[in-house]
């Protein structure tokens, strides 16, 4: 586990079995996706690598994503019947193995439609304990643990607009615990991740989405 | 690194109990009140009993069809007055292959300190509240001293089996188990820490070797076996037999062995009973 640790570290969560990291880990990856995509799924093509792909099936780990895209909790009773209920909400899915390389044993990679027409891909890891890792998203590498709040933006890669987003950040009193910027190349699409002490609230995301150069701008709650 | 011994030093020059030293350490750390933290650890509480009874109906049986109606069995014997080990131990029988029944079923439960471990301690501490009559605030307090052990067992060594292999997830809920135990039942602080340590000296080098890599088998079973060696620890250390290796010593040893173990032994079902001509069967027949 490693770091300092609390009682309800030790016990809990409170989960549907049978596993924290295949299961409860696989409900927040789910769930983590859903949140980047920032609407309601309606197509999923999930990608199962390593262990998810050969002991998932036991674990209910295809269950488990199912019902964090769906937006269920770990423990949500309804995990059970989530390829269910995923029919009846009009969210397709589909199950495919697959290699993503050298990434943590338990990784997953969602390519996801939503229903306004936002498309993205996710791709994280559980990592033990029920303790998740996002590390891409569409091209750009990040780590996103959700134990803050987070805001992801997509902006163009030019002087001054991580700047202008830092400023405003303070302006309304939001401290930044870490800070992540990577991009495709020199001049194109980047992408910004801050986790911060402060919950980020629409109207901070509004000002944001204002911002000159700023594409997009997400914000994830903690889990 | 934080000791279990300066929890128990602590304790026993304040006059508290060792469940009160880390009430007000936790208060502190996660800023707070006592009664926050008590309805908090209430609903994990909850849980646990609704895990228990869920379980001992037997209605359920895993994805894979290996698990489920066990605790059911070793219950009826019970209420039938045919125990051979008498009513208590055989009722935390029952409780432990009950909760983790219904984790292997996709039912909800607390991971206590794993989702593998589960059953251990909720069958150790319920059947003591039923056995003693201790109220509902002993217990929840009594959860505290638990998850107080796990803390230095998480900081010290690690509460994952992949990492560690079983010792660390069951030997870990089996000492957490035997800690709180001790308290319920009146023991002193020196005590909790002496049933620790007997409890996981008992559990050292147990590996993580999960058929099909499923927490089935022998990750159920187990769940029973770490909660009568965690009464039995209690048992000795509340009689006043002391551990002549200290817990937060026997804590460094489940962690050091747990990096000795190959990884075919850390739950990658590699090796051990997963690989057994049996194991291989019911791994290719299901999966």
Not at chain 1, 157 to 171: E, I
């Amino acid at each position: 586990m490693g770091g300092k640790s609390n009682v309800f570290d030790l016990l809990g969560p409170i989960m549907v079995g049978p596993s924290s990291s295949h299961t409860a880990g696989a409900v927040r990856l789910g769930g983590m996706a859903r949140k980047i995509l920032g609407e309601e799924p309606v197509q999923g093509k999930i990608f199962l690598h390593g262990s998810f792909a050969t002991t998932g099936k036991g674990h209910g780990t295809n269950l488990a994503l199912v019902a964090g895209l769906l937006g269920m909790e770990t423990d949500d009773e309804c995990i059970p019947e989530a390829l269910m209920i995923a029919e009846e909400r009009g969210l397709n899915v589909r199950f495919e193995t697959a290699d993503l390389g050298d990434v943590h044993p338990n990784t997953v990679k969602f390519d996801l439609l939503g229903e306004h027409g936002s498309h993205v891909q996710v791709i994280g890891s559980s990592v033990g304990g029920g303790t998740i890792v996002i590390q891409q998203i569409n091209d750009f590498q990040v780590e996103i643990r959700g134990d803050y709040p987070t805001l992801v933006i997509l902006h163009r890669d030019l002087p001054g607009v991580v700047a202008q987003v830092t400023l405003l950040l303070s302006t309304v009193q939001i401290n930044i615990a870490r800070m992540l910027v990577s991009r495709e190349k020199k001049g194109a699409e980047a992408l910004m991740v801050l986790e911060t002490d402060q919950t980020i609230d629409n109207a901070v995301l509004d000002l944001l989405r204002k911002l000159p150069r700023i594409y997009q701008a997400l914000a994830i709650e903690p889990l | 690194m934080r000791t279990y011994e300066d929890w128990v030093i602590e304790a026993e020059t304040k006059g508290l109990k060792i469940s009160e030293v880390i009430i007000r350490n936790q208060m502190e750390e996660l800023e707070q009140s006592e009664q926050a933290l008590l309805a908090r650890m209430g609903k994990n509480l909850n849980v646990m009993r609704k895990s228990v009874e869920t379980g001992l109906s037997g209605e359920r049986r895993s994805l894979s069809g290996l698990v489920g109606g066990d605790a059911a069995k070793v219950e009826g014997r019970r209420s039938g007055g045919e125990s051979l080990v008498g009513n208590q131990m055989s009722g935390a029988i029952a409780r432990a292959l009950a909760v983790a029944e219904v984790n292997a079923c996709m039912g909800k439960i607390v991971a206590a300190p794993t989702a593998g471990s589960c059953g251990v301690l909720p069958a150790v501490l319920l059947t003591i509240e039923e056995e003693r009559r201790v109220s509902e605030q002993e217990v929840l307090r009594a959860l505290f001293t638990a998850a107080g052990l796990g803390i230095i067992i998480a900081e010290r060594a690690n509460v994952s089996g992949a990492e560690g292999g079983c010792q660390a997830e069951i030997g870990s809920a089996a000492a957490m188990a035997a800690a709180a135990a001790v308290e319920l039942a009146g023991g002193s602080p020196r005590q909790t820490a002496d049933a620790a340590a007997i409890a996981m000296k008992s559990m050292l080098g147990l590996v993580c070797d999960p058929v099909g890599g499923l927490v089935e088998v022998p990750c159920v079973k187990r769940n029973a076996t770490g909660a009568v060696i965690a009464l039995s620890a209690a048992e000795m250390a509340l009689s006043g037999v002391r551990s002549a290796i200290p817990v937060d010593e026997v804590i460094d040893t489940m962690g050091k062995i747990g990096n000795q173990l190959p990884c075919a032994l850390k739950e990658t079902a590699q090796g051990g009973l997963a690989v057994s001509p049996t194991g291989r069967r019911i791994q290719a027949d299901f999966l």
